[in-house]
């Protein structure tokens, strides 16, 4: 099913968004904004399921150029044509190998929830609600990843801290890298990009699509969803901090256990002998 290429993407509504009530979100998305990236991640939600079936089953790369069949034509992608259908930025870093140490250094303060500098191989409950969200929206639809999406890794901090920090990135070659990795045989690359791909193919004019289905409402970011996120992170949050209560007095209850075991043949109700027991012995 095409569905499963989208299960865990994410699309940004930014005119919704950037009405929000809420500073920090917006912030948070005036920085998606000002990356270049509005384009990219708010294109029209328009899917077509049959068409990316045929892409993802046929596609490959040849020469830096993606090659794919799609009801019998070819289609050819290239990063030029990726990059001015997207309106991506060209310039700047194109690996992140190249994120500045300093950079990552005072992105890991400006996110914190404490304020103390978060782990890098923590758990995204660190930061502020917005980064929160922004490292959903880093691993679901930038990097497109698969598996657990409240770990940190050094991955998604960085193209973080490209955000948080105004690091200049060539987001066309880094995004064209990803689609790339989608359709070579042996990497293990997730596939995505559904609503971006689909954008593309649309371009081709002999190219039948088939049916147009919309994407899931629930899968774009508005201020609705925006909220809804921040009711269910919270609630996971104070769960969270619920159990850690009680792991902490099991711990400690078991250490207490450890130090005073009880001894055999001491009286156990009589407070006096409990307290001498307590002072003098060894």
Request: glycine residues 6%; contains cysteine.
């Given at each position: 099913?095409?569905?499963?290429?989208?299960s865990?993407?994410?699309?940004?509504?930014?005119?919704?968004?950037?009405?929000?009530?809420?500073?920090?979100?917006?912030?948070?998305?005036?920085?998606?904004?000002?990356?270049?990236?509005?384009?990219?991640?708010?294109?029209?939600?328009?899917?077509?399921?049959?068409?990316?079936?045929?892409?993802?089953?046929?596609?490959?790369?040849?020469?830096?150029?993606?090659?794919?069949?799609?009801?019998?034509?070819?289609?050819?992608?290239?990063?030029?044509?990726?990059?001015?259908?997207?309106?991506?930025?060209?310039?700047?870093?194109?690996?992140?190998?190249?994120?500045?140490?300093?950079?990552?250094?005072?992105?890991?303060?400006?996110?914190?929830?404490?304020?103390?500098?978060?782990?890098?191989?923590?758990?995204?409950?660190?930061?502020?609600?917005?980064?929160?969200?922004?490292?959903?929206?880093?691993?679901?639809?930038?990097?497109?990843?698969?598996?657990?999406?409240?770990?940190?890794?050094?991955?998604?901090?960085?193209?973080?801290?490209?955000?948080?920090?105004?690091?200049?990135?060539?987001?066309?070659?880094?995004?064209?890298?990803?689609?790339?990795?989608?359709?070579?045989?042996?990497?293990?690359?997730?596939?995505?990009?559904?609503?971006?791909?689909?954008?593309?193919?649309?371009?081709?004019?002999?190219?039948?699509?088939?049916?147009?289905?919309?994407?899931?409402?629930?899968?774009?970011?508005?201020?609705?969803?925006v909220?809804?996120?921040?009711?269910r992170?919270?609630?996971?949050?104070?769960?969270?901090?619920?159990?850690?209560?009680?792991?902490?007095?099991k711990?400690?209850?078991?250490?207490?256990?450890?130090?005073?075991?009880?001894?055999?043949?001491?009286?156990?109700?009589?407070?006096f002998?409990?307290?001498?027991?307590?002072?003098?012995?060894?």
């Amino acid at each position: 099913m095409a569905s499963s290429l989208y299960s865990n993407a994410q699309h940004v509504d930014f005119d919704s968004v950037l009405a929000m009530d809420d500073p920090g979100m917006v912030s948070m998305f005036e920085a998606l904004e000002a990356s270049g990236l509005r384009r990219f991640l708010g294109c029209p939600a328009v899917v077509y399921e049959d068409a990316l079936v045929d892409f993802f089953e046929n596609a490959s790369v040849r020469n830096g150029v993606v090659f794919s069949t799609v009801g019998g034509q070819i289609v050819q992608i290239s990063e030029e044509l990726f990059a001015e259908s997207f309106e991506l930025p060209i310039e700047g870093l194109g690996d992140l190998s190249e994120m500045p140490k300093d950079a990552i250094f005072d992105a890991r303060s400006i996110v914190s929830l404490s304020g103390e500098q978060i782990n890098l191989s923590g758990r995204k409950n660190q930061m502020k609600m917005p980064y929160r969200l922004l490292c959903d929206i880093m691993a679901k639809a930038i990097s497109v990843k698969a598996g657990s999406f409240n770990a940190i890794t050094v991955e998604k901090f960085s193209l973080m801290t490209a955000l948080v920090c105004g690091v200049k990135m060539n987001w066309a070659k880094y995004l064209f890298g990803i689609l790339k990795k989608m359709v070579a045989v042996k990497t293990k690359q997730a596939k995505g990009f559904a609503i971006q791909i689909s954008l593309l193919l649309a371009t081709f004019p002999d190219v039948e699509l088939g049916e147009a289905s919309e994407f899931p409402a629930s899968k774009i970011l508005s201020k609705k969803t925006v909220l809804r996120f921040i009711d269910r992170d919270g609630a996971e949050e104070i769960k969270e901090a619920a159990k850690e209560k009680v792991v902490s007095k099991k711990r400690t209850a078991a250490v207490l256990k450890q130090q005073y075991p009880k001894r055999r043949g001491l009286p156990r109700r009589d407070p006096f002998l409990l307290f001498l027991h307590w002072r003098w012995w060894p």
